[in-house]
């Protein structure tokens, strides 16, 4: 089992930026996608970004495009999602999580596919 935890969340202004944090310990051989989700009061939970530690191709959500940036340190074993231009509609509870599948672009989209999860952190983007 892969334990993950994240870490970086917090208050920031709109336009503002924040570096979340994914460290990954336990039985890592099998998890080959690393993926950013995110939950806001009264919606689903949404895919927002996911990369594949062989190759690092990456996911993003059309809502993050272009802000949003995932990279992956493999010597600490963490993933990085750096998160720029931040607008109040990206307020929510941030979740990393881990699959062995191997698709990006269809299993990044939909939390089913995830059988790991962090515990979760709050990211507020308000005046």
């Known amino acids: 089992q892969v334990q993950l935890v994240e870490s970086g969340g917090g208050l920031v202004q709109p336009g503002g930026s924040l570096r979340l944090s994914c460290a990954a310990s336990?039985?890592?051989?099998?998890?080959?996608?690393i993926g950013w989700f995110r939950q806001a009061p009264g919606k689903e939970r949404e895919g927002v970004s996911c990369i594949r530690r062989s190759d690092g191709s990456t996911y993003y959500a059309d809502s993050v495009k272009g802000r949003f940036t995932i990279s992956r340190d493999n010597a600490k074993n963490t993933v990085y999602l750096q998160m720029n231009s931040l607008k109040p509609e990206d307020t929510a509870v941030y979740y990393c999580a881990a699959t062995f599948s191997s698709n990006v672009q269809a299993m990044c989209p939909r939390p089913t596919f995830f059988g790991s999860w962090g515990q979760g952190i709050q990211v507020t983007v308000s005046s």
């Open positions: 336990g039985s890592i051989f099998n998890t080959y996608i």
